[in-house]
């Protein structure tokens, strides 16, 4: 298994996760051509991917999704619940296919393991992914950190790890009040210590990449996030990846 973000931040979101044959997408929140440019960027075409794995339905998430699939011919894995908000973004045409927050199902060579999380959405989800040897789990776009998400991200051989903000930064800055209180709010978004202290908790033994995402340009820095996470695993700040909203971050492959 492989794993590559084409960028991370409110302004776009995208994952691509290949093993075996299969190659897909994690939430699109790129336009078409912008998702096409980035994708050549990794030697890959919107031709090879398998699907696209839908997380929730705010813009920087799935803005372009219905394009991409359209023009490609791809499914689209989506919680009934996203749909429902966002019936509207969807051309005729798509194939879409509900699913159950917590049912797995297979693409390909990668079974998929989907799981609730605390969020300010209609029916949320984020997803751990195997390819019958190796986990990755993927934590973005979360206001607190659950029992249930503990275990799932537990023992993963990989997490992309959200960490949007630093409390102080986030509490100092020019937000408006209401738009702090929703950031950092029980259903809005990681901050760097919540991260850290989910690493803290779980058995990271086999853990071989981490790579924090989803960062505020505004609230956060990489270096702040780093050193948190860092300060969890007991690790130097370099073993950490920073997927950043221009470049995401480049292949990490499990072995």
């Not at 393991?113 to 969020?119: D, G, I, T």
Request: charged share 20%; net charge negative; with cysteine.
């Amino acid at each position: 298994m492989r794993f590559a973000s084409l960028g991370s931040g409110s302004e776009g979101n995208a994952l691509v996760v290949c093993a075996g044959q299969t190659c897909v997408l994690v939430d699109c929140g790129f336009s078409l051509r912008e998702t096409e440019r980035r994708l050549a960027r990794l030697n890959l075409t919107a031709s090879q991917l398998s699907g696209i794995l839908v997380t929730h339905e705010h813009g920087d998430h799935i803005a372009g999704v219905s394009k991409l699939a359209k023009r490609h011919n791809l499914p689209v894995w989506i919680t009934h619940g996203t749909l429902r908000a966002q019936r509207s973004a969807f051309e005729r045409d798509v194939i879409l296919t509900e699913i159950h927050p917590e049912e797995s199902f297979s693409v390909g060579d990668i079974e998929v393991h989907p799981y609730s999380v605390p969020h300010d959405s209609i029916e949320p989800v984020q997803y751990v992914l195997f390819d019958g040897q190796h986990r990755l789990g993927v934590l973005t776009d979360a206001g607190h950190v659950t029992p249930h998400i503990e275990s799932m991200l537990n023992g993963c051989d990989a997490l992309v790890l959200e960490c949007n903000h630093d409390a102080e930064m986030l509490a100092r800055g020019n937000y408006p009040q209401s738009l702090k209180q929703r950031v950092g709010g029980h259903y809005g978004h990681l901050n760097n210590q919540q991260s850290a202290a989910l690493l803290s908790k779980i058995d990271c033994g086999r853990l071989q990449h981490l790579v924090a995402a989803h960062l505020s340009q505004r609230n956060n820095s990489p270096e702040l996030a780093v050193r948190a996470l860092s300060g969890a695993l007991n690790c130097t700040a370099d073993w950490i990846a920073v997927a950043t909203q221009t470049e995401g971050v480049g292949w990490r492959e499990l072995v």
